[in-house]
């Protein structure tokens, strides 16, 4: 489980670097990614 979740941090750290690296942008993207890790975090421990 925590392998998988790691393989999903890695593919996001790659498209992040793809993207323009505009302070907005990056700041945007870690509170989406903080939300995303809050959900599937919640979703990993009732499993």
Known sequence: MKQQ????VD???ARGRQRKRDPK???SVVQ???LEVR??????LQS
Do not use: M
């Open 25 to 27: 942008t990056v700041k």
């Open 11 to 13: 593919a996001r750290d």
């Open 32 to 34: 989406d990614w903080r």
């Open 5 to 8: 979740l790691e393989a999903e």
């Open 39 to 44: 959900a599937s975090g919640s979703k990993t």
